[in-house]
């Protein structure tokens, strides 16, 4: 998104080594989310701002691993795809749909690209190694 991250990565490192060693949670997740700072306006950004989280995980029990998720398709790319970003506006709408469908998330694709799920990740896996 073209802003300026005020910290190194070896400090950023070390910020986030002691919210885990603060927080003591065995098994987290960390987000970083880079803001366009406060604007005056609202929209013109000043300095940004940057903010780490740390959130509990629930890791799924063995049952749910072994059995898999239902999951449903829509035909949508993000704009700037490149760009992890955290809108969620598509995945938020769809969310009706996923639980009128019984399943766990929405599986992103355009013209025959897979691209993502608005809330998990994905690994696609052959016999011999990683796709």
Known sequence: MRLKV????EELKKIIHELITKNGLENSGIKLI???GYSPDGYNIT???????????????????????????HEY????????????????????????QQAADV???????????????????KKMGLL
């Open 47 to 73: 300095t940004p701002n940057l903010l780490i989280t740390q959130h509990a995980l629930t890791m799924p029990s063995l049952e749910y691993l072994e059995k898999g998720i239902k999951i449903i398709t």
């Open 107 to 125: 599986l992103y694709y355009l013209n025959g690209q897979v691209s993502e799920f608005p809330v998990a990740i994905f690994l696609l896996l």
């Open 6 to 9: 005020s910290q190194s990565r």
């Open 77 to 100: 790319v993000r704009d700037l795809p490149h760009v992890k970003s955290i809108n969620y506006i598509v995945g938020v709408w769809l969310q009706r749909v996923v639980k009128e």
């Open 34 to 36: 880079l803001t366009g």
